[in-house]
Protein backbone atom coordinates (compact mmCIF):
# COMPACT_ATOMS: atom_id res chain seq x y z
CA UNK A 1 0.00 0.00 0.00
CA UNK A 2 1.58 3.32 -1.67
CA UNK A 3 1.82 5.99 1.50
CA UNK A 4 0.81 9.39 0.22
CA UNK A 5 2.31 10.18 -3.02
CA UNK A 6 2.52 14.31 -3.69
CA UNK A 7 4.27 15.59 -7.37
CA UNK A 8 6.33 17.07 -7.97
CA UNK A 9 8.43 17.23 -4.78
CA UNK A 10 10.37 20.20 -6.34
CA UNK A 11 9.15 23.50 -8.30
CA UNK A 12 9.83 26.22 -9.80
CA UNK A 13 8.03 28.48 -11.21
CA UNK A 14 8.44 32.48 -12.60
CA UNK A 15 6.29 35.13 -11.25
CA UNK A 16 2.72 35.50 -12.99
CA UNK A 17 3.02 31.41 -13.79
CA UNK A 18 0.46 28.56 -12.71
CA UNK A 19 1.65 25.77 -10.01
CA UNK A 20 -0.62 23.13 -10.07
CA UNK A 21 0.37 20.25 -6.75
CA UNK A 22 -1.30 16.96 -6.97
CA UNK A 23 -1.42 14.63 -3.93
CA UNK A 24 -2.63 11.15 -4.01
CA UNK A 25 -4.39 9.95 -1.16
CA UNK A 26 -3.39 6.33 0.41
CA UNK A 27 -5.36 3.72 -0.77
CA UNK A 28 -9.02 4.08 1.05
CA UNK A 29 -8.59 7.23 1.97
CA UNK A 30 -11.59 9.98 1.23
CA UNK A 31 -9.91 13.22 3.26
CA UNK A 32 -7.34 15.36 1.78
CA UNK A 33 -5.87 18.36 4.15
CA UNK A 34 -3.44 21.13 2.74
CA UNK A 35 -1.33 22.60 4.70
CA UNK A 36 1.24 25.62 3.60
CA UNK A 37 4.58 25.81 5.61
CA UNK A 38 7.20 28.34 5.69
CA UNK A 39 10.76 27.65 6.59
CA UNK A 40 10.90 27.31 10.78
CA UNK A 41 7.54 27.95 11.06
CA UNK A 42 4.65 25.35 11.88
CA UNK A 43 1.82 24.26 9.61
CA UNK A 44 -0.80 26.30 8.33
CA UNK A 45 -4.09 24.97 7.38
CA UNK A 46 -5.07 25.57 3.69
CA UNK A 47 -8.21 23.68 2.53
CA UNK A 48 -10.39 20.13 3.75
CA UNK A 49 -11.65 18.47 1.09
CA UNK A 50 -13.55 15.17 0.87
CA UNK A 51 -14.11 13.26 -2.38
CA UNK A 52 -15.60 16.00 -4.57
CA UNK A 53 -16.90 18.41 -1.97
CA UNK A 54 -14.28 20.99 -0.44
CA UNK A 55 -15.26 20.88 3.33
CA UNK A 56 -13.32 23.69 4.89
CA UNK A 57 -11.52 26.37 2.48
CA UNK A 58 -11.02 28.76 5.32
CA UNK A 59 -7.40 28.94 5.35
CA UNK A 60 -6.73 29.34 1.36
CA UNK A 61 -6.69 33.08 -0.03
CA UNK A 62 -9.25 33.84 -1.89
CA UNK A 63 -7.48 35.32 -4.71
CA UNK A 64 -5.49 32.88 -7.13
CA UNK A 65 -5.51 29.85 -5.21
CA UNK A 66 -8.15 27.02 -5.51
CA UNK A 67 -8.14 23.41 -4.55
CA UNK A 68 -10.66 20.03 -6.01
CA UNK A 69 -10.38 16.34 -5.38
CA UNK A 70 -12.40 14.77 -8.15
CA UNK A 71 -14.03 11.56 -8.00
CA UNK A 72 -10.74 10.09 -9.78
CA UNK A 73 -7.64 10.92 -9.73
CA UNK A 74 -5.46 13.05 -7.47
CA UNK A 75 -6.54 16.04 -5.25
CA UNK A 76 -5.06 19.28 -7.16
CA UNK A 77 -4.16 22.35 -5.19
CA UNK A 78 -3.88 25.26 -7.72
CA UNK A 79 -2.21 28.58 -7.27
CA UNK A 80 -2.33 30.94 -10.36
CA UNK A 81 -0.09 34.09 -10.87
CA UNK A 82 2.20 33.05 -8.17
CA UNK A 83 4.39 35.71 -6.39
CA UNK A 84 7.55 35.55 -4.61
CA UNK A 85 5.36 34.97 -1.11
CA UNK A 86 4.12 32.09 -2.68
CA UNK A 87 7.50 30.01 -1.87
CA UNK A 88 6.90 27.52 0.59
CA UNK A 89 6.76 23.59 1.25
CA UNK A 90 3.14 22.41 0.90
CA UNK A 91 1.89 19.46 2.12
CA UNK A 92 -0.75 17.14 2.00
CA UNK A 93 -2.13 14.75 4.33
CA UNK A 94 -4.88 12.22 4.23
CA UNK A 95 -7.38 10.25 6.21
CA UNK A 96 -9.66 7.38 6.09
CA UNK A 97 -13.07 7.44 6.62
CA UNK A 98 -14.50 7.56 10.19
CA UNK A 99 -11.38 9.94 11.48
CA UNK A 100 -8.00 8.07 11.77
CA UNK A 101 -4.39 9.45 12.26
CA UNK A 102 -3.52 11.32 9.02
CA UNK A 103 -0.82 10.35 7.11
CA UNK A 104 1.54 12.94 5.35
CA UNK A 105 2.91 13.05 1.66
CA UNK A 106 6.56 14.41 1.38
CA UNK A 107 5.53 18.05 0.20
CA UNK A 108 6.04 19.81 -3.15
CA UNK A 109 8.92 22.66 -2.34
CA UNK A 110 7.46 25.35 -4.78
CA UNK A 111 9.93 28.15 -5.60
CA UNK A 112 8.77 31.40 -6.83
CA UNK A 113 11.44 33.06 -8.65
CA UNK B 1 -13.72 27.05 17.80
CA UNK B 2 -10.97 24.79 19.18
CA UNK B 3 -7.50 26.07 19.47
CA UNK B 4 -4.16 23.83 20.11
CA UNK B 5 -1.20 25.23 22.20
CA UNK B 6 2.10 23.91 22.76
CA UNK B 7 4.52 25.07 25.01
CA UNK B 8 7.50 25.72 24.56
CA UNK B 9 8.50 26.19 21.07
CA UNK B 10 11.57 25.86 21.34
CA UNK B 11 13.89 23.54 23.23
CA UNK B 12 17.76 23.24 24.17
CA UNK B 13 18.62 20.03 25.90
CA UNK B 14 21.36 18.44 27.06
CA UNK B 15 21.39 14.12 26.36
CA UNK B 16 20.48 12.30 29.00
CA UNK B 17 17.93 14.80 30.38
CA UNK B 18 14.16 14.30 30.70
CA UNK B 19 11.63 16.86 29.66
CA UNK B 20 7.70 17.17 29.12
CA UNK B 21 6.28 19.33 25.90
CA UNK B 22 2.51 20.62 26.37
CA UNK B 23 0.16 20.82 24.26
CA UNK B 24 -3.41 22.37 25.50
CA UNK B 25 -6.58 22.52 23.85
CA UNK B 26 -9.20 25.17 24.19
CA UNK B 27 -12.62 23.11 23.43
CA UNK B 28 -13.17 18.94 23.49
CA UNK B 29 -10.89 17.05 20.72
CA UNK B 30 -12.26 13.85 20.28
CA UNK B 31 -8.56 12.42 19.57
CA UNK B 32 -5.40 13.91 20.13
CA UNK B 33 -2.29 13.61 17.76
CA UNK B 34 1.46 13.70 17.77
CA UNK B 35 3.73 14.21 14.88
CA UNK B 36 7.46 14.71 14.41
CA UNK B 37 9.01 16.73 11.83
CA UNK B 38 13.16 16.37 10.76
CA UNK B 39 14.07 19.41 8.91
CA UNK B 40 13.11 19.30 5.38
CA UNK B 41 11.31 16.13 5.72
CA UNK B 42 7.51 15.54 6.17
CA UNK B 43 5.46 14.54 9.24
CA UNK B 44 5.34 11.08 10.36
CA UNK B 45 2.90 10.06 13.00
CA UNK B 46 4.00 9.38 16.16
CA UNK B 47 0.93 8.37 18.75
CA UNK B 48 -2.80 8.85 18.68
CA UNK B 49 -4.16 9.34 21.77
CA UNK B 50 -8.26 8.21 22.13
CA UNK B 51 -9.50 8.68 25.67
CA UNK B 52 -8.97 10.37 28.47
CA UNK B 53 -6.48 8.85 30.66
CA UNK B 54 -4.72 7.00 27.65
CA UNK B 55 -0.92 6.74 27.98
CA UNK B 56 1.21 5.94 24.92
CA UNK B 57 4.91 4.78 24.61
CA UNK B 58 7.57 4.62 22.04
CA UNK B 59 11.01 4.43 23.32
CA UNK B 60 11.86 7.05 24.41
CA UNK B 61 8.78 8.81 24.08
CA UNK B 62 6.11 8.67 26.12
CA UNK B 63 2.46 10.45 25.56
CA UNK B 64 -0.96 11.67 27.57
CA UNK B 65 -3.82 12.70 27.71
CA UNK B 66 -5.93 14.03 29.99
CA UNK B 67 -9.30 14.88 28.62
CA UNK B 68 -10.78 17.39 31.41
CA UNK B 69 -7.85 19.14 31.41
CA UNK B 70 -8.07 19.59 27.72
CA UNK B 71 -4.06 18.69 28.24
CA UNK B 72 -1.74 16.01 26.54
CA UNK B 73 2.02 15.74 26.89
CA UNK B 74 4.43 13.97 25.03
CA UNK B 75 7.69 12.97 27.75
CA UNK B 76 11.20 12.55 26.61
CA UNK B 77 13.19 10.42 29.05
CA UNK B 78 17.08 10.31 29.14
CA UNK B 79 17.09 11.91 25.71
CA UNK B 80 19.62 11.25 22.60
CA UNK B 81 20.42 13.14 19.76
CA UNK B 82 18.02 11.52 17.32
CA UNK B 83 15.12 12.84 19.05
CA UNK B 84 16.17 16.43 17.83
CA UNK B 85 13.13 17.27 15.84
CA UNK B 86 9.93 19.33 16.05
CA UNK B 87 6.84 17.94 17.19
CA UNK B 88 3.86 19.01 16.92
CA UNK B 89 0.29 17.98 18.68
CA UNK B 90 -2.59 18.16 16.82
CA UNK B 91 -6.42 17.90 18.00
CA UNK B 92 -9.56 17.22 16.10
CA UNK B 93 -13.08 18.82 15.58
CA UNK B 94 -16.44 18.08 13.78
CA UNK B 95 -15.20 16.90 10.49
CA UNK B 96 -12.39 15.00 11.25
CA UNK B 97 -10.57 18.25 10.43
CA UNK B 98 -7.13 18.34 12.35
CA UNK B 99 -6.35 21.54 14.05
CA UNK B 100 -2.63 21.89 15.06
CA UNK B 101 -0.14 23.51 17.17
CA UNK B 102 3.02 25.63 16.11
CA UNK B 103 5.42 23.06 16.96
CA UNK B 104 8.04 22.73 19.34
CA UNK B 105 11.32 23.10 17.76
CA UNK B 106 13.39 20.40 20.11
CA UNK B 107 17.15 20.57 19.98
CA UNK B 108 19.46 18.01 21.84
CA UNK B 109 23.01 18.55 22.53
CA UNK B 110 25.39 15.56 22.99
Known amino acids: NAGVMQNPRHLVRRRGQEARLRCSPMKGHSHVYWYRQLPEEGLKFMVY????????ESGMPKERFSAEFPKEGPSILRIQQVVRGDSAAYFCATQGQGGTEAFFGQGTRLTVV | ELKVEQNPLFLSMQEGKNYTIYCNYS?????LYWYRQDPGKSLESLFV???NGAVKQEGRLMASLDTKARLSTLHITAAVHDLSATYFCAGERGNYQLIWGAGTKLIIKP
Open chain 2, 49 to 51: LLS
Open chain 1, 49 to 56: LQKENIID
Open chain 2, 27 to 31: TTSDR
